[in-house]
């Protein structure tokens, strides 16, 4: 919530300066620029930047007031209910924030005497996505909660401070994660719950500590969205492999989808993979994202001189993946076409509907 004295500045105009008043009968507030000029703004115009660094994550020294309605100290209780912070805070969303990316980092107080300091525990959410998160240490198979709360978008939270002598509490932990949004629609993004065994040796080791965009300082950074898919590797059997290697060599029969008219001016185009192809042994993630990519943009060719065309690419909701790459296509490729979500109603939030110009 935007108060009185807070710094901000403007999201669509060069400037800002300091709330000096705040109108909340016509929902404005009253922004001091540095020649003492009062500039009535919109609430959600601002954002306040009194503890904010040039990557939009806060001052680590000013976290803990930041984040203290959101998230309990490391020995309380989760919350029973989301605060109203979450609630009413305006979300200044990045381009790329859709795409989760999440870090559970170590930063030592003194890196110039790493055999003896201690160390923040930080999460860090580079994401538009509000955090849920649970970080539980396991000893004798029983969990222990080291700290759990929420986290705002695009924001970083020191969980505990860790003592050198308190390592070996630290070497195998559990992190939960579910990420959602307020008020309004987004992309399901699957629930991180993932077995962290820590190398202790590495606090030890001064190349460990590498520097990154979220700190000041050398750390130790842990992608908790690339640990999940290792683990996901991992669980992929021998047998898997060999079956995987033997229907490599099976040619991949394609089928020969018609784009079929949704209407006179409409065509619907079903990317989905199932629906392009009879087999996709052997293909990669990547592979199949280029197929569906390279039929995307064979449609869009057939169809050009149609001026006025409005073609449905069915590409569902997943990971929002294929619906990514779809919309940066149409931004860099196709600037003169136009494109918004198709039909709710019809398609969910699966669908996109290209109108050709």
């Given at each position: ?49 009194n503890?904010i ?38 979300v ?5 924030g ?34 849920a ?5 396991i000893?004798?198979g ?35 994660v ?37 700190f ?27 079956e ?26 079903d ?13 990669s ?9 390279d ?14 065309k ?30 918004q ?17």
């Amino acid at each position: 919530m935007l108060k009185i004295g807070d710094t901000v500045r403007f999201l669509n105009a060069v400037g800002g300066g300091k709330i000096v008043k705040i109108d909340t009968a016509a929902k404005l507030v009253y922004v001091e620029d540095e020649d003492g000029f009062e500039i009535p703004v919109l609430p959600q115009e601002c954002v306040v930047v009194n503890n904010i660094k040039h990557n939009n994550f806060p001052n680590r020294e000013a976290e803990t007031e930041k984040q203290t309605d959101i998230r309990p100290s490391a020995k309380a209780n989760p919350p029973a209910e989301t605060p109203a912070h979450i609630q009413e805070t305006p979300v200044h969303e990045t381009k790329d924030g859709d795409i989760p990316k999440t870090f559970l980092a170590f930063v030592p107080e003194n890196i110039k005497t790493l055999q003896t300091t201690n160390y923040e525990c930080v999460l860090v959410n580079d994401s538009n996505y509000y955090l849920a998160y649970n970080l539980v240490s396991i000893q004798d198979g029983k969990f222990h909660s080291l700290a759990a709360g929420w986290l705002e978008p695009n924001m970083q939270d020191v969980l505990a401070d860790v003592a050198k002598t308190e390592l070996n509490t630290w070497e195998n932990l559990r992190m939960q994660v579910i990420f959602f949004k307020k008020n309004k629609a987004y992309p399901s993004q699957a629930v991180l719950d993932l077995d962290l065994k820590l190398d202790l040796v590495k606090f030890y080791k001064l190349h460990c500590f590498t520097e990154s965009d979220y700190f000041d300082e050398p750390a130790m950074l842990i992608d908790l969205q690339s640990r999940r898919n290792d683990m996901r590797m991992e669980q992929i059997s021998g047998a898997e492999i060999r079956e995987a290697m033997i229907q490599k060599e099976q040619p991949i029969r394609k089928k020969h989808p018609q784009p079929k008219p949704a209407s006179n001016n409409m065509l619907e185009v079903d990317l989905h993979i199932n629906q392009l192809l009879d087999t996709t042994a052997g293909m990669s993630n990547a592979d199949i994202l280029a197929y569906q990519m390279d039929v995307f943009h064979k449609t869009l060719a057939e169809n050009a001189r149609f001026k006025g065309k409005k073609i449905v690419f069915i590409h569902g909701k997943g990971e929002g993946v294929l619906r990514k790459e779809i919309e940066q296509a149409l931004k860099k490729r196709y600037p003169h076409y136009t494109f918004q979500d198709a039909s709710f109603k019809e398609y969910g939030f699966g669908a996109t509907m290209v109108t050709i110009h």
